[in-house]
C-alpha cells in the first residue's frame, strides 16, 4: 500500500482486511470518511444485483433527489424529442415569444434547448440567483434569463443554471401538455410499478425540473437502472419494451461542452464534462448526482448502474470508494446481516424531564416515557407535535402542519455533560435536524447536520397532503 499521504481521501478510509465482504467494507469506509450512507443499489442488466435501506430511511419511501431531478427532465425531453414536438436546436426565443424583446440580447437569442441541456446557456451565474429562493420561481422566469446576456457563449461556455433545467421542463409540459413529473410517471416510471412520487411545482403546476423530485431509493434504482440498460425494462408486464427512446440513449451522454475550468482539480468528476443533464466521469462512466450525496452512476458498456442515496460532504469520496471496493466485488455482493442502521447518539437515559424553548422554534416540553422519551414541540406556526425518541434505537413519527406532513424518526442520548442530544432524522430528505436539550437551562437549541437548500425549517420540507395519490 503506498504511503497515506499519496492517496486519495476514500483510499485511506478503504478498510485494510480484504477479507471482509465488499458491502460492509464499503460501509466501513463510508462511515470512516463522514458520510452517512441511506440506501444502496447495484443494478446490472435491469436487474438488481443487491439492494438495501439503512434504518430509519427505507427503500419504498419517497425522499428528495435534489439534482438528480435534472436527469429525469432530461428523459422527458428526450421522450418530447422523440415525438417530434422538441428539438436540442429549437431556441428559446421561439418556444416562448412572448417574453422576446429588446432586452434581449443577441446572445440570449441564440441560446437553444440543447444549450439548456448542457448548462451551456453562456451565463457565467446560476440565474436562479436572481429570484428570492429556490421555489419562489414561475414562468416568469423564463424572461429574466433571456433578458440577462450572456457573458460567455452560448453553446461553449459552462455554468451549472437551475434555470437553464427550468426551462427545458417549461418546453416539456408545453409541448406535451404535461408537466415533466406526469409525462415520467405515464411513460416510464408506472410501467415499472414505482412507488409514488412528488415533485415541487411552479404555480401554474409545472415541476420544476432542476430539483424537487421526492422518489423512493427503489424507484430512483428502477430509473437509473432502466437508463443504464439503454432504456429497455426487463421483468413485469413491459420486459424488453423500449420505455426511454434509443434516440435519446444514443445522445444524453455525449460530452456536450468542457467544465474543467469551473473545477479547480482536473482529476475531480466535476471536471470531465457534461452532457444533457449528466456529469461525465474519469472511467468512461457518467452519472445523475443531487447535493449532499445522491447518486446515479452508470456504465452503460457493462449496463451497470450503482445507485446511493446518502449525506455526505464530500461528494468525490463516495465515488472513489465505489470504484475502489464495489466495482472489483460485483461478482459476490450480498445485501448486510443484520439489517443495516444508522448510528444512535451515544450515552445514558438519565434524563428525566426538560421544558423550556428551542432558540428561535417554538416551545418544548421532554419527558420519559420507558423507551426513552416523548418531546412535546409547539412550533412558531402554532402547531402542537408528539415525537418519540428512542434511547438506542430510532423511533418512527410523522409530523403534520395543516396541509402537509413529515416523516421523521428520532433516537437520543445524554452525553457527559448531561445535554439529551437528538437527532431527528427527516425521512423524506437526506437530512437530520439536531436537537440539545441542556439539564441545566430550560434554552434548547435546534441546528442541521447539513441545512436543505432553499428551507430552513421542518415546514418546509414536508411534503403535500395527498402527493401519493
Not at 382 to 406: K, T
Request: hydrophobic share 40%; glycine share 10%; with cysteine.
Amino acid at each position: 500500500m503506498s504511503d497515506p499521504i499519496e492517496q486519495s481521501p476514500a483510499q485511506q478510509h478503504v478498510p485494510a482486511i480484504q477479507h471482509v465482504p465488499a458491502i460492509q467494507q464499503f460501509r466501513d469506509a463510508q462511515q470512516a470518511a463522514g458520510c452517512e450512507l441511506h440506501s444502496l443499489t447495484v443494478v446490472k442488466d435491469g436487474v438488481r444485483l443487491v439492494e438495501f435501506g439503512v434504518a430509519p430511511w427505507t427503500l419504498d419511501r419517497a425522499s428528495l433527489v435534489y439534482s438528480m431531478s435534472k436527469t429525469f427532465t432530461s428523459a422527458a425531453f428526450g421522450i418530447a424529442r422523440e415525438r417530434g414536438l422538441l428539438s436540442e436546436d429549437d431556441l428559446v426565443i421561439d418556444l416562448f415569444p412572448e417574453h422576446l424583446d429588446d432586452r434581449v440580447g443577441p446572445k440570449a437569442r441564440t441560446i437553444t434547448l440543447g444549450h439548456c441541456l448542457s448548462m451551456a446557456s453562456g451565463h457565467t451565474f446560476d440565474t436562479i440567483e436572481l429570484f428570492n429562493g429556490r421555489w419562489t420561481l414561475d414562468s416568469s422566469g423564463i424572461g429574466e434569463f433571456l433578458r440577462h446576456e450572456p457573458d460567455g457563449t452560448p453553446g461553449e461556455t459552462f455554468c451549472y443554471n437551475q434555470l437553464c433545467t427550468y426551462t427545458v421542463a417549461l418546453a416539456v409540459a408545453r409541448a406535451t401538455g404535461t408537466s415533466v413529473h406526469d409525462l415520467m410517471r405515464r411513460e416510464v416510471l408506472d410501467k415499472l410499478d414505482c412507488e409514488p412520487s412528488w415533485w415541487a411545482s411552479d404555480p401554474d403546476g409545472n415541476a420544476f425540473g432542476f430539483s424537487g423530485n421526492h422518489v423512493s431509493p427503489r424507484t430512483l434504482a428502477s430509473f437509473i437502472g432502466l437508463v443504464a440498460n439503454g432504456g429497455v425494462a426487463v421483468g413485469g408486464a413491459h420486459d424488453g419494451e423500449q420505455l426511454l427512446p434509443q434516440g435519446w440513449i444514443d445522445q444524453y451522454a455525449i460530452k456536450r461542452v468542457e467544465n474543467a475550468a469551473a473545477n479547480p482539480s482536473p482529476d475531480s468528476d466535476w471536471a470531465q464534462g457534461y452532457g444533457w443533464q449528466v456529469w461525465r466521469g474519469r472511467d468512461g462512466g457518467h452519472r445523475a448526482d443531487g447535493a449532499y450525496g445522491q447518486y446515479g452512476l452508470i456504465w452503460p458498456d457493462q449496463k451497470l448502474a450503482v445507485v446511493i442515496t446518502s449525506l455526505v460532504g464530500d461528494m468525490q469520496v463516495t465515488i472513489d470508494q465505489v470504484r475502489q471496493i464495489l466495482l472489483p466485488a460485483l461478482d459476490s455482493l450480498e445485501a448486510p446481516e443484520p439489517a443495516a442502521i444508522v448510528p444512535v447518539p451515544t450515552g445514558s437515559a438519565d434524563f428525566a424531564a426538560w421544558s423550556g424553548t428551542i432558540a428561535d422554534r417554538g416551545a418544548a416540553r421532554v419527558a420519559s416515557d420507558g423507551d426513552g422519551w416523548l418531546i412535546g414541540w409547539s412550533d412558531l406556526d402554532g402547531v402542537d407535535h408528539r415525537i418519540p425518541v428512542g434511547h438506542g434505537h430510532w423511533r418512527d413519527s410523522v409530523m403534520r402542519w395543516d396541509g402537509s406532513s413529515l416523516d421523521v424518526s428520532a433516537a437520543g442520548a445524554v452525553d457527559e455533560s448531561g445535554v439529551l442530544r437528538v437527532r431527528l432524522a427527516c425521512l423524506n430528505t437526506p437530512h437530520t435536524a439536531l436537537l440539545d436539550f441542556p439539564g441545566d437551562t430550560d434554552r434548547g437549541s435546534f441546528s442541521w447536520n447539513a441545512q436543505p437548500l432553499g428551507e430552513d425549517t421542518l415546514k418546509g420540507i414536508s411534503l403535500p397532503d395527498g402527493w401519493d395519490r
